[in-house]
């Protein structure tokens, strides 16, 4: 059975880090590309960050020179690193897997983890 599951989540004042963390299993997990997704209350989902099977990173402009995506496939887990977080940072982070698709433009998943929240106090 796939499972996506999230961890590292929390409370953070502005200016802070924290580093989020997505453990997979049921698939094969080298093969596909892999994403971080975030949803604010009352906003569309939006892709955040992705990194492709060959580990190239792709990024919102947004998060650029923020945030940090990386992967070990070895233990098929997926990071996020979020530095200089900012208020418009809070919202519900997603981890995502598809075998196909691999734009932030496109919210089109194969699998879906069930978020961890991150809330950004200014």
């Known amino acids: 059975q796939v499972q996506l599951v999230e961890s590292g989540g929390g409370s953070v004042q502005s200016g802070g880090s924290l580093r989020l963390s997505c453990a997979a299993s049921g698939y094969a997990y080298s093969y596909y590309c892999m994403a971080w997704f975030r949803q604010a209350p009352g906003k569309e989902r939006e892709g955040v960050a992705a990194i492709d099977s060959d580990g190239n990173p792709n990024y919102a402009d947004s998060v650029k020179g923020r945030f940090t995506i990386s992967q070990d496939n070895a233990k098929k887990t997926l990071y996020l690193q979020m530095n200089s977080l900012k208020a418009e940072d809070t919202a519900m982070y997603y981890c995502?897997?598809?075998?196909?698709?691999?734009?932030?433009?496109?919210?089109?998943?194969?699998?879906w983890g069930e978020g961890t929240q991150v809330t950004v106090s200014s």
């Open positions: 995502a897997a598809d075998f196909r698709h691999c734009t932030l433009t496109d919210v089109q998943r194969d699998y």
